[in-house]
């Protein structure tokens, strides 16, 4: 039971590369989340998906897209990468008041 | 101003102290109160919830909410060295959109 994985764990883009970050969750969520981590900014949500086939913005949407592939499987592309994209990046899974987290995705954008 | 404020510390303590965070808000609509552990590098790690106002207690740990304060608060008794970590408090109205803290860096000296 690895309960939610991530991939990759640490990316290098150039600006205006894209890529996707990938998320799964083996717990049977129906929700599922995707947040990013800056120094003195805690953790700010992106996006989320209620249940499967649904999916709606968080505080800092712009530059990002999500596709809750099946209940499983929730992903985050970045079309063209930004500087101020470079963060940690966590999928969690679980209900509003217990979510838990994945291992994060490194990201830095030069 | 931010919707959670939290001191970022770092607190440092020597092993056994009680070691004591807090977090105020401004939200009324929140309900649910959190709190999270994170070792470095690692994604965040659910350690305690509370709903509504009141005390829950776990193992070493305490945690507090007085809503009409709009505080909450953490403690861990008897702390160990492998309690250093960051602490993250999040509190949700119940909506799917958890508001974190900064975090506070502990770290516990033996």
């Known amino acids: 039971n690895a309960g939610v994985t991530q991939t990759p764990k640490f990316q290098v883009l150039k600006t205006g590369q894209s890529m996707t970050l990938q998320c799964a969750q083996d717990m049977n969520h129906n929700s599922m989340y995707w947040y990013r981590q800056d120094p003195g900014m805690g953790l700010r949500l992106i996006y989320y998906?209620?249940?499967?086939?649904?999916?709606d913005k968080g505080e800092v949407p712009n530059g990002y897209n999500v596709s809750r592939l099946n209940k499983r499987e929730f992903s985050l592309r970045l079309e063209s990468a930004a500087p101020s994209q470079t963060s940690v990046y966590f999928c969690a899974g679980g209900q509003s008041e217990t979510q838990y987290f994945g291992p994060g995705t490194r990201l830095l954008v030069l | 101003q931010k919707e959670v404020e939290q001191d970022p510390g770092p607190l440092s303590v020597p092993e056994g102290a009680i070691v004591s965070l807090n977090c105020t808000y401004s939200?009324?609509?929140?309900?649910?109160f959190m709190w999270y552990r994170q070792y470095s590098r690692k994604g965040p790690e659910l350690l305690m919830y509370?709903?509504?106002?009141g005390n829950k207690e776990d193992g070493r740990f305490t945690a507090q909410v007085d809503k009409s304060s709009k505080y909450i608060s953490l403690f861990i008794r008897d702390s160990q060295p492998s309690d250093s970590a960051t602490y993250l408090c999040?509190?949700?109205?119940?909506?799917?959109?958890?508001?974190f803290g900064a975090g506070t860096t502990v770290t516990v000296r033996a």
């Open positions: 939200n009324s609509a929140f309900q649910y």
């Open positions: 999040a509190m949700t109205a119940g909506d799917y959109k958890l508001s």
């Open positions: 998906s209620a249940s499967e086939g649904t999916t």
């Open positions: 509370t709903y509504s106002s």
